[in-house]
Nanobody, 126 residues
Framework: QVQLVESGGGLVQAGGSLRLNCAASGQTKNNLFAMAWFRQAPGKEREFVATIGWSPASTFYLDSVKGRFTASKDYAKNTLDLQMNSLKPEDTAVYYC??????????????????WGQGTQVTVSA
């Protein structure tokens, strides 16, 4: 099993920045090929935000966060960060880290991942 723990959420004004961190532990060997960030706002479905595969070249983003969010992966430390700049009120959500040994299906679907963190709240005030 793999345990994922997110941190770094909080309250920030529109235009501000936050950096989220996801730390993986447990049976991480060969289980972190696919890592991603999702988010879920109240009353909405969980949506894909960003993912990094085996290399930084395999990085994809939700269109609405392109140019504002940057995902980075430390392959030695088994961590996944999400630098969020120019935050908007519509970015308010619980942000979840996800991981798996491979993308079981399309990377933007929750079904692609085996392991999930408990989430961290991000609130952006207008």
């Amino acid at each position: 099993q793999v345990q994922l723990v997110e941190s770094g959420g909080g309250l920030v004004q529109a235009g501000g920045s936050l950096r989220l961190n996801c730390a993986a532990s447990g049976q991480t060997k060969n289980n972190l090929f696919a890592m991603a960030w999702f988010r879920q706002a109240p009353g909405k479905e969980r949506e894909f935000v960003a993912t990094i595969g085996w290399s930084p070249a395999s990085t994809f983003y939700l269109d609405s966060v392109k140019g504002r969010f940057t995902a980075s992966k430390d392959y030695a430390k088994n961590t996944l960060d999400l630098q969020m700049n120019s935050l908007k009120p519509e970015d308010t959500a619980v942000y979840y880290c996800a991981a798996g040994p491979a993308y079981k299906t399309s990377h933007y679907l929750t079904e692609a991942y085996d392991y999930w963190g408990q989430g961290t709240q991000v609130t952006v005030s207008a």
